[in-house]
């Protein structure tokens, strides 16, 4: 059963940081690409920041400069450093594993967890 678990969301003023975590089972990690996406209320879920099976990262343009993503295969976990963050970065953040071939793709999710930028 694979399980992607989330945790490290909270409040925040703006400017502050945060580190997400997402610690996956059930899957081979390493061969997965990792990512983080969010969800506003009454929007769409977009990509955040992604990291391929290589090491290989991708980011928002809303977030460069100022989100780090990161992977330690060792602990199966997914990391994303927020800092400088803005009352815009407020959403449920959702960490997604990744797998594709030309036989078939696989996609997981995990629970969210929220991120409020609040003075």
């Known amino acids: 059963q694979v399980q992607l678990v989330e945790s490290g969301g909270g409040l925040v003023q703006p400017g502050g940081s945060l580190r997400l975590s997402c610690a996956a089972s059930?899957?081979?990690?390493?061969?997965?690409?990792m990512g983080w996406y969010r969800q506003a209320p009454g929007k769409q879920r977009d990509m955040v920041a992604v990291?391929?099976?290589?090491?290989?990262?991708n980011y928002a343009d809303s977030v460069k400069g100022r989100f780090t993503i990161s992977r330690d295969n060792a602990k199966n976990t997914v990391y994303l450093q927020m800092d400088n963050l803005k009352p815009e970065d407020t959403a449920v953040y959702y960490c997604?594993?990744?797998?594709?071939?030309?036989?078939?793709?696989?996609?997981?999710w995990g629970q969210g967890t929220q991120v409020t930028v609040s003075s």
């Open positions: 997604n594993a990744h797998f594709g071939s030309i036989i078939d793709n696989y996609d997981y």
């Open positions: 059930g899957i081979i990690f390493s061969i997965y690409a």
């Open positions: 990291i391929t099976s290589g090491g290989t990262t």
